[in-house]
């Protein structure tokens, strides 16, 4: 039997963790004045090399997905969506840019979203969504064309993923070990799900036809000859209170992923991202 803290140590670990979305907040809004400031960010573990943040809040849930069955509503199983306050099976670029976002930068009105984490029939809201883009390869960095749409980790997945594109951990940001599946945490510690998206763009298609090929991950910090144009690396993290044994995933064990469609200005993403190249 885990043995429990002290309820000090536990109103310490939450003021920790709220503290430091506090300051993920207090440093996206300084970075959102002030984008060159990004391009000062030292390289670390987490998140890798030059970025800026965008922190978003819960927006809603359905059994919408606007990338896999457009048109279609009520054909998915259950997702949590952050950003974007109005999506559903109709959705698309156009409908989002300029829409209301529950996002931290105004110009960001992009979806994201992942499966959503049940225990029983209780749909658990994330307590923040914090969306890192870094720049992870050599070279220059364009920002993601208006319209990209991508999906990262699989949907429908069996099998255990690579933790490098879909990893859960309890404690908060960037906490270790990662795990493959939602790992039973300590009623004292945050869950959270990282879920890193493809870096590479192949040029030309803002999508296709299985919502991969148009994408690929830089190896080396280098972009394959098929997917040449080199994006800062999304990376979507999604924090959850502590949970009980038993909580599941929407999609399946295995099947932890993300979405994302680029709703930015495109005026206002292009000076953050130009920013991480000085």
């Known amino acids: 039997m885990t043995p429990r803290r002290s309820p000090t140590s536990r109103a310490v670990g939450w003021a920790s963790l709220l503290a430091v979305l506090l300051m993920v907040s207090l440093a996206s809004a300084a970075r959102s004045a002030t984008p060159d400031a990004s391009a000062r960010a030292l390289a670390r573990d987490f998140p890798g090399g030059p970025y800026f943040t965008v922190v978003c809040g819960f ?7 606007p990338i896999r069955f457009p048109g279609q509503p009520g054909r998915s199983h259950n ?3 952050i950003g ?3 999506v559903d099976a109709s959705t698309t670029a156009a ?4 829409g209301a976002t529950t996002c931290d930068v105004d110009e960001d009105s992009s979806t994201y979203w992942v499966p959503t984490v049940f225990v029983g029939r209780e749909p658990i809201t994330p307590l923040a969504g914090l969306v890192y883009y870094t720049k992870h390869t050599n070279g220059t960095v364009v920002a993601p064309p ?7 980790g699989s949907p429908t997945a069996r099998r255990r993923q690579s933790k490098s594109i879909v990893s859960w951990s309890c404690g908060g940001v960037g906490g270790t070990p990662r795990f493959a599946a939602l790992p039973n945490c300590t009623e004292d510690d945050a869950l959270e799900l990282e879920v890193v998206f493809p870096n590479c763009w192949d040029g030309k298609a803002t999508d296709s036809p299985n919502h991969k090929r148009h994408m690929a991950y830089a190896r080396g910090g280098e972009c394959p000859k098929a997917h040449p144009v080199r994006l800062p690396t999304i990376t979507l993290v999604l924090l959850y209170p502590p949970l009980p044994r038993g909580a599941i995933v929407s999609a399946g064990r295995f099947a932890g992923h993300a979405d994302f469609i680029n709703g930015w200005d495109q005026d206002e993403l292009a000076r953050f991202v130009a920013a991480m190249n000085h």
């Open 59 to 65: 927006s809603h849930r359905n059994n919408d997905d």
């Open 79 to 81: 997702h949590t969506y």
């Open 84 to 86: 974007n306050r109005a």
């Open 95 to 98: 409908t989002l840019r300029g």
């Open 146 to 152: 208006a319209g990209l749409k991508i999906v990262a």
